[in-house]
């Protein structure tokens, strides 16, 4: 049994190694392929990033993570480590122009590695004696932090990054058109407002500008410059005695005024930018396809709900429009967001959402994305799913078969899948060295957008037999693809600007359909052309005359320069030693404080915090000495996903406390219905170790488009035959709902317990009073209901903050704690979202009134309305 014990302990060292004199990759057995290509991308990168940055990091850990469908990456500048994540965006994402996946994620995050750790003078001094919490460049704006990355991104191709794209200089040049131009407070603070990650978008486009103006040296030169101020965690809150000093050595004025400046050069050269044809909705926000069928259009647009302070909702409408009429019907609701083109075939939409899978990585804790596509029918509104796969592009072939792709596993390419809804057989019919991301179909041909590595989507034909052939192949991007009769209509951002465009099939040739503004996913209704135009509020459908210009073929691809490809690097294999050596603690803060009034004795030692590169493992420590008790100051906690998909965390608190948790979530899913169930166990020695406790948890939840149920249950025990000083059996269990009505969100919850064997006897606080009371059982009922009253959107660069929206909640809160034991707390409180620090510490304060309507007989000035105020930090860390 030892041995086996043994045996199955060396499998969880199952992190693979390569590494070079830059960089160490670290990855999962069966991921070599990926960590070669990031270990190729990060070292074409990393001279460039130097150069951007003026500084040059040490030695790097790369952790190469699979989160199933989903794109991302991520930088850690205090525990040092950039983790990349598998999955190569898809078209219809911001990160559309991407050449190469690897190659743009190792730089963005690379980026962010070489600037935040930039540090010099008295700074270095300190992060190299207390740790990488005192980094002044990690103090910084969100669009300073995102927009070096996304303007570096954009340097290793004119047809990579963001800034290459087309869709961030269209928003802004949208944005200075109409007057509404973002100050430094919203990019600051980003409100609730289109478009999420408006921080890159703001960011990126005014770095670009910055380097117009005052060149790439002076970014360097600001890195430098700031990350040299030991007080720059100051500068969150007063940007002026700090952040704002930086920018007027290097760029003769405060970012305030740099980002007027930047107003006014995009005012003049954009005040004639508009969109083409007339507006014919007004919706704004997401629109993810267009697509017609008997002379109506069909689309979805997806939004946020703020239901409550710092909490939203999605909420995805999919619509059917009469262009004549204008009138719109809602055929389908969705409390998430379609994750593919509408495609539209005998009277049925089919369309994917978002699920929960199991997937190799520890950043998500084994979970990642996937996707479950569903069919609609557009005249009784009901919504069949139909299967879960990893699928990047499907279309529907006549007999309502479906023929999808999804990605190679471990290789650059796809697969392309049919399957047959009659029967739900699903079989591989092709497999190509080229991502293949959208398909459409008619009855007689089968289109698709596809790509091969360090190219961008082009239009392809595609047969079973003979695989993809070439349509219109270009630099640029070509995607959203419609067959219209013996035509394709698609949209492409040819010299950075999206526009439609149609591609007769019978000749090949290439026509202009729009020509001003920004235009994407375009259908035609007889002489009139209809698309989705870019506004400052959103998406929204546009019409317009259809106007067919030709345009040139584009050269052939060979005659394109092809960017530079990454080129593998000499490497040496290390070991799991390797994940071992990032264990070093980042953070080493030593302290003294008085341990009493008297300041004759002291508290003194030192915090240490480490976490390995993986994020498998992460602890802290507090060590000292505590003179006035005497005894030893030790308080460890350790955090550990070693053994995923189980977390367990330990806590010591020398000589008084031990905690071990672990939690087993066997069930997660995101479609309507039973959502997770977590078993926990929780074992904890405490009263200076004199008491016992084991307490199994259960959790569990069920919900359908908004409305979510979720339920717990905690069963404390104790036994003197396990340790502890007395015998006590404990109860607790609690069930919720939080509905989404009317715009604003109901909860409800009831809690019972019963702990009548427990000392340490459970006290009970209603919200906006004062008095707690404690009881050894009862059970509590509470309601609230939060509502958006207005929107504030005023704020302040010195000092930072910023108000956003306001909510009104109306609570009511009852606890029975005995026969004639009543409690209750009924009132009304009024929040405002704020938020200082940058934006990155978001606040909600609130004042409220509350009275007790079962008042205790003995105190007349029961009925008596309490007012209370709270601040609450909503930092989720």
Not at 704 to 727: H, K, M, Q, W, Y
Request: negative net charge; charged residues 20%; contains cysteine.
């Amino acid at each position: 049994m030892t041995f086996l014990f043994f045996c199955a302990l060396i499998s969880w060292f199952d992190w693979q190694v390569i590494k070079d004199k830059n960089f160490t990759v670290l990855y999962k057995p069966g991921y070599e392929w990926e960590a070669l290509q990031a270990l190729a991308a990060a070292d074409q990168c990393r001279t460039s990033v130097w150069q951007l940055t003026g500084s040059r990091p040490a030695h790097l850990p790369l952790v190469i993570e699979d989160i199933g469908t989903s794109t991302n990456g991520f930088a850690d500048p205090v525990f040092y480590s950039v983790h990349l994540f598998t999955y190569p965006p898809a078209a219809g994402s911001s990160l559309e122009s991407i050449e190469n996946w690897y190659r743009t994620v190792a730089t963005h995050e690379y980026t962010h590695i070489v600037h935040l750790t930039t540090t010099t003078g008295i700074s270095r001094c300190l992060t190299a004696v207390m740790g990488r919490l005192f980094q002044p460049n990690m103090y910084s704006p969100g669009w300073i932090i995102e927009g070096i990355t996304v303007y570096a991104e954009s340097q290793t191709s004119p047809y990579e990054g963001r800034l290459n794209d087309g869709f961030f200089e269209s928003f802004i040049s949208c944005r200075a058109s109409d007057g509404s131009f973002p100050s430094i407070i919203e990019a600051t603070n980003e409100p609730r407002a289109f478009p999420s990650g408006k921080i890159y978008l703001y960011g990126g486009t005014f770095y670009e500008y910055l380097t117009q103006q005052y060149g790439t040296d002076a970014h360097a030169r600001f890195f430098k410059t700031y990350g040299s101020y030991p007080w720059a965690p100051v500068s969150a809150f007063f940007p002026a005695l700090g952040l704002d000093i930086a920018a007027r050595r290097i760029y003769g004025r405060s970012f305030p005024a740099l980002f007027d400046q930047w107003r006014q050069y995009e005012e003049k050269r954009n005040a004639s930018w508009h969109n083409q044809g007339t507006k014919i909705t007004r919706h704004g926000w997401h629109n993810t396809s267009l697509v017609e069928n008997n002379g109506f259009l069909y689309f979805a647009y997806t939004m946020p709900l703020a239901t409550d302070a710092f909490q939203e909702v999605t909420v995805t409408k999919i619509m059917e429009l009469d262009p004549e009429t204008g009138r719109e019907r809602i055929l389908c609701t969705l409390d998430k967001a379609i994750t593919s083109p509408l495609k539209l075939h005998d009277d049925h939409l089919y369309f994917t959402t978002p699920e929960i899978r199991r997937a190799a990585n520890v950043s998500e804790r084994g979970f990642g994305m996937t996707s479950v596509l569903h069919r609609l029918d557009i005249k009784t509104g009901w919504l069949e799913t139909l299967f879960r796969e990893d699928i990047r592009g499907f279309c529907v072939l006549p007999g309502n078969a479906v023929l999808y792709s999804r990605d190679r596993p471990h290789a650059f390419g796809s697969e392309l899948w049919r399957y047959d809804k009659n029967t739900g057989h699903r079989q591989m019919v092709f497999e190509s060295d080229y991502l293949i991301n959208e398909l459409d179909a008619d009855s007689l041909r089968i289109m698709a957008t596809a790509r091969q590595n360090n190219e961008n989507w082009d239009l392809y034909l595609f047969d079973v037999e003979t695989g993809l052939s070439p349509l219109v192949t270009s630099p640029w991007s070509e995607g959203n693809i419609n067959l219209k009769d013996d035509a394709c209509v698609y949209s492409a951002n040819y010299d950075s600007r999206y526009a439609v465009h149609l591609c007769d099939l019978s000749d090949t040739a290439l026509y202009a359909l729009t020509e001003a503004g920004s235009a994407y996913a375009g259908d035609i209704i007889g002489d009139a052309l209809y698309y989705i135009g870019l506004t400052s509020d959103g998406f929204d459908i546009y019409k317009t005359p259809l106007d067919c210009r030709p345009i040139p073929p584009f050269p052939p691809r060979s005659q394109i320069t092809p960017p530079s490809q990454p080129g593998f690097p000499s490497y040496a294999r290390g070991s799991y030693l390797d994940v071992c050596a990032t264990m070093v603690p980042a953070i080493r803060i030593p302290f003294i404080f008085p341990a009493d009034t008297t300041w004759h004795s002291w508290v003194y030692g030192g915090l240490l915090a480490g976490q390995d590169a993986t994020n498998e493992n992460y602890y802290t420590l507090v060590m000292g000495y505590d003179q006035l008790a005497q005894r030893p100051v030790i308080d460890l906690l350790l955090d550990s996903y070693f053994f995923a998909p189980v977390p367990v965390s330990i806590n010591y608190r020398y000589s008084d406390e031990m905690n071990v948790r672990a939690d087993y979530p066997f069930f997660y899913r995101l479609q309507p219905g039973f959502s997770h169930l977590i078993v926990s166990c929780n074992v904890r020695a405490f009263d200076s170790l004199q008491r016992s406790e084991f307490t199994p948890i259960l959790q569990a939840g069920y919900h359908l488009p908004f409305v979510r149920i979720s339920g717990a249950a905690r069963f404390p025990l104790e036994r003197t035959t396990l340790g502890s000083d007395l015998n006590r059996t404990g109860f607790i269990a609690s069930c919720g709902a939080d509905l989404v009505i009317g715009g604003g969100s109901l909860i409800a919850t009831v809690t019972g317990f019963n702990d009548a064997q427990n000392p340490d006897t459970p006290s009970v606080k209603l919200h906006g009073l004062e008095t707690s009371h404690s009881a050894p059982h009862g059970m509590i009922i509470k309601t609230r209901y939060a509502h958006r009253l207005f929107s504030v959107r005023w704020g302040l660069w010195n000092p930072n903050i910023y108000f956003e929206d306001a909510f009104c909640t109306f609570f009511y809160e009852t606890a029975f704690l005995g026969p004639q034991d009543r409690h209750s707390s009924l009132g009304i409180e009024i929040k405002i979202e704020t938020k200082t620090g940058f934006g990155f510490i978001p606040l909600a304060p609130s004042v409220g009134v509350a009275w007790d309507p079962d008042p205790d007989p003995d105190h007349d000035d029961a009925l008596v309305p309490r007012v209370f105020m709270t601040l609450i930090s909503v930092l989720n860390l």
